[in-house]
């Protein structure tokens, strides 16, 4: 896997039916579905990018997660706001 970019954590909350979503500002480079992101050092796959409205000419970024078992995850996510989080793309190797 080949980090590509870097994501602001701001926020996180569970979206009933879809998962787990955490928010923020893409910081560098490009994310998209199929993407992982890293927390606690694990890799987790982004389900999909969604673009989300604050305020006029404001907007965030949320991130749904593939992650089954969120137990690991979620006590360490208020410790991870405000912290930039890598993007990993996998890579095909020939």
Known sequence: MQNTAQFLLQDWFNL????????????????AS???VCLNAEPIKIKSVEIGDKRANEFFIGLILEIKDQ????????KLKGKNLLILTATIVN
């Open 16 to 31: 009933t039916g879809r998962r787990l979503v955490i928010t923020g500002q893409i910081i560098r480079g490009q994310i």
């Open 71 to 78: 137990s690991n995850v979620l006590p360490s996510l208020n």
């Open 34 to 36: 199929g993407d992982f």
